[in-house]
């Protein structure tokens, strides 16, 4: 029902060192959907349901306030924007109470991507399949808001360090907060457009105010903070560290606390058995997609892939067959996104996670036969059966050296690029021996995308015979 989560692993460090608290009273910053304080709840009661702390929330963006008023059982103070006269102008009639101007909120936060982007037939047809649903969902909705009770001892909408601040200093303190600055705004554009409502006054927060942020948490005597970076300036208080995939980004949790975790991803692989490319071997004419299981795919990428890429965790993965011999793999990724690429290109969008041919082989350029496959009609078919709905293109994210990648030159347009300031001190010591934070911050950041459809698997083969079916020079990468 609520947007986004904080990783289950990281909930259970947090039970753990939140169990051994006495305190009275836990402050929360950045509460978000309030993953946080819904994991607390579980915690600070008593079998008889009885509070053992008072837990008091914060944050700034319309959909929390008006979620942290509602959970801490303060008045909403917002209503329909009269001025609003889209299309999106019937939830007026809806809006009735708290728990009816929350409903809509919500609701309106699963179309913000369709309301506030470039209009297009696509994002048209899901609102208009949202209007005619919406007597169903809010009715479901309503229920589930209406029956929770407020939980929350106190709400303040306004900046986090200020709420450091003014908080009490033998109460607790929890933050764990954005990564990104200004991300959620945009997101919830859609919602402000609609409802009125009074937002809070605040300044932006950056990383030097969250490190001074985290510095004031330490003279408390419980405290717990998470960020997606190491701080070695910290590190006296780690506790605990969560990685969600394998080679995915870390999470670490600083507290003052004897219990200390670890949990990591256990990667479960299992061999293909399915014959591979040899390296004098030539591409013959019949090409396949083959549905690969997850365990496939791990073994596959840990194998082939650059290890120092971090990959997030795949949807759905296929292998690429030439007369049932595998020659190279791809993997989608229908996670949500902020990203929002319609005057780039042709949208909706699929995310190409990872792809890579098998190695060795005869071919200097076999990578580019996967991507051929990748955006073949026949991959263009499993992405939307993946979504169940349109998919028009595909793109995907490459670090290079160099301000191009000629894997994907050619093939795909290059959306936008950035260049990376460098390798990241740690300690003032450039990490040398880091070899992923060296990928990650060194050369260029480029973002690709290609439309997809434009070739059956058969055409895309031909078509790289004729163009790439090279055997000297260098590989490309």
Same mark, same amino acid.
């Given at each position: 029902?609520?947007?986004?989560?904080?990783? *289950?692993?990281?909930?259970?460090?947090?039970?753990d060192?939140?169990?051994?608290?006495?305190?009275?009273?836990?402050?929360?910053?950045?509460?978000?959907?309030?993953?946080?304080?819904?994991?607390?709840?579980?915690?600070?009661?008593?079998?008889?349901?009885?509070a053992?702390?008072? !837990?008091?929330?914060?944050?700034?963006?319309?959909?929390?306030?008006? %979620?942290?008023?509602?959970?801490?059982? #303060?008045?909403?103070?917002?209503?329909?924007?009269?001025?609003?006269?889209?299309?999106?102008?019937?939830?007026?009639?809806?809006?009735?109470?708290?728990?009816?101007?929350?409903?809509?909120?919500?609701? !309106?936060?699963?179309?913000?991507?369709?309301?506030?982007?470039?209009?297009?037939?696509?994002?048209?047809?899901?609102?208009?399949?949202?209007? +005619?649903?919406?007597?169903?969902?809010?009715?479901?909705?309503?229920?589930?808001?209406?029956?929770?009770?407020?939980?929350?001892k106190?709400?303040?909408?306004?900046?986090?360090?200020?709420?450091?601040?003014?908080?009490? #200093?033998?109460?607790?303190?929890?933050?764990?907060?954005?990564?990104?600055?200004?991300?959620?705004? @945009?997101?919830?554009?859609?919602?402000?457009?609609?409802?009125?409502? #009074?937002?809070?006054?605040?300044?932006?927060?950056?990383?030097?105010?969250?490190?001074?942020?985290?510095? @004031?948490?330490?003279?408390?005597?419980?405290?717990?903070?998470?960020?997606?970076?190491?701080?070695?300036?910290?590190?006296e208080?780690?506790?605990?560290?969560?990685?969600?995939t394998?080679?995915?980004v870390?999470?670490?949790?600083?507290?003052?606390?004897?219990?200390?975790?670890?949990?990591?991803?256990?990667? @479960?692989?299992?061999? !293909?058995?399915?014959?591979?490319?040899?390296?004098?071997?030539?591409?013959?004419?019949?090409?396949q997609?083959?549905? !690969?299981?997850?365990?496939?795919?791990q073994? %596959?990428?840990?194998?082939?892939?650059?290890?120092?890429?971090k /990959?997030?965790?795949? *949807?759905?993965?296929?292998?690429?067959?030439?007369?049932?011999?595998?020659?190279?793999?791809?993997?989608?990724?229908a996670?949500?996104?902020?990203?929002?690429?319609?005057?780039?290109? #042709?949208? /909706?969008?699929?995310?190409?996670?990872?792809?890579?041919?098998?190695?060795?082989s005869?071919?200097k350029?076999?990578?580019?036969?996967?991507?051929?496959?990748?955006?073949?009609?026949?991959?263009?078919?499993?992405?939307?059966?993946?979504? +169940?709905?349109?998919?028009?293109?595909?793109?995907?994210?490459?670090?290079?050296?160099?301000?191009v990648?000629?894997?994907? +030159?050619?093939?795909?347009?290059?959306?936008?690029? $950035?260049?990376?300031?460098?390798? +990241?001190?740690?300690?003032?010591?450039? $990490? $040398?021996?880091?070899? $992923?934070?060296?990928?990650?911050?060194?050369?260029?950041? %480029?973002?690709y995308?290609?439309?997809?459809?434009?070739?059956?698997?058969?055409?895309? %083969?031909?078509?790289?015979?004729?163009?790439?079916?090279?055997?000297?020079g260098?590989?490309?990468?």
């Amino acid at each position: 029902m609520f947007m986004g989560s904080i990783p *289950t692993p990281v909930q259970q460090i947090l039970g753990d060192i939140v169990k051994n608290w006495q305190t009275s009273d836990i402050y929360i910053g950045c509460s978000g959907n309030f993953t946080i304080e819904r994991v607390l709840t579980n915690i600070t009661r008593l079998p008889d349901g009885q509070a053992t702390a008072n !837990l008091h929330s914060n944050d700034v963006t319309i959909y929390s306030c008006l %979620l942290g008023n509602y959970f801490s059982g #303060q008045p909403l103070n917002a209503k329909f924007n009269e001025n609003y006269t889209g299309e999106m102008s019937f939830v007026k009639n809806y809006m009735k109470d708290g728990a009816s101007i929350i409903t809509v909120a919500l609701l !309106l936060s699963k179309m913000a991507v369709y309301l506030t982007s470039k209009p297009n037939e696509y994002y048209k047809k899901m609102i208009d399949e949202h209007i +005619r649903q919406w007597e169903t969902m809010f009715h479901k909705t309503y229920e589930k808001i209406s029956n929770i009770q407020p939980f929350l001892k106190s709400f303040f909408a306004g900046d986090v360090c200020e709420m450091v601040d003014n908080t009490p #200093q033998e109460a607790a303190f929890i933050c764990y907060p954005p990564f990104y600055s200004g991300d959620y705004e @945009k997101m919830f554009k859609a919602i402000e457009g609609i409802i009125d409502w #009074q937002p809070p006054q605040y300044d932006m927060i950056d990383k030097d105010k969250i490190l001074a942020m985290f510095q @004031k948490l330490t003279n408390r005597r419980f405290f717990m903070f998470g960020t997606n970076d190491e701080l070695p300036e910290f590190r006296e208080y780690l506790s605990g560290i969560a990685q969600t995939t394998n080679r995915g980004v870390p999470l670490y949790i600083y507290s003052k606390t004897q219990n200390r975790r670890i949990i990591l991803p256990n990667q @479960k692989i299992a061999p !293909l058995l399915v014959e591979r490319i040899s390296e004098n071997e030539d591409i013959s004419d019949k090409i396949q997609l083959i549905k !690969l299981k997850s365990e496939n795919f791990q073994a %596959l990428r840990s194998q082939y892939m650059n290890p120092h890429i971090k /990959p997030g965790a795949e *949807t759905a993965s296929y292998g690429v067959t030439v007369d049932n011999k595998l020659i190279g793999v791809f993997a989608f990724s229908a996670s949500p996104t902020l990203s929002n690429w319609e005057t780039h290109i #042709q949208t /909706p969008t699929m995310y190409l996670l990872s792809d890579f041919p098998i190695a060795p082989s005869k071919y200097k350029r076999l990578s580019k036969l996967v991507l051929y496959a990748a955006l073949s009609k026949e991959s263009q078919l499993l992405a939307e059966n993946l979504t +169940r709905k349109r998919v028009c293109s595909l793109v995907t994210t490459a670090f290079s050296k160099n301000p191009v990648s000629m894997k994907y +030159r050619g093939l795909f347009k290059l959306l936008n690029k $950035s260049k990376l300031d460098g390798t +990241r001190l740690l300690d003032g010591q450039a $990490s $040398s021996t880091n070899m $992923s934070e060296i990928y990650y911050n060194s050369g260029y950041k %480029l973002n690709y995308g290609q439309k997809m459809g434009e070739w059956t698997l058969a055409e895309g %083969l031909a078509e790289w015979k004729l163009k790439h079916a090279k055997t000297e020079g260098r590989a490309e990468t």
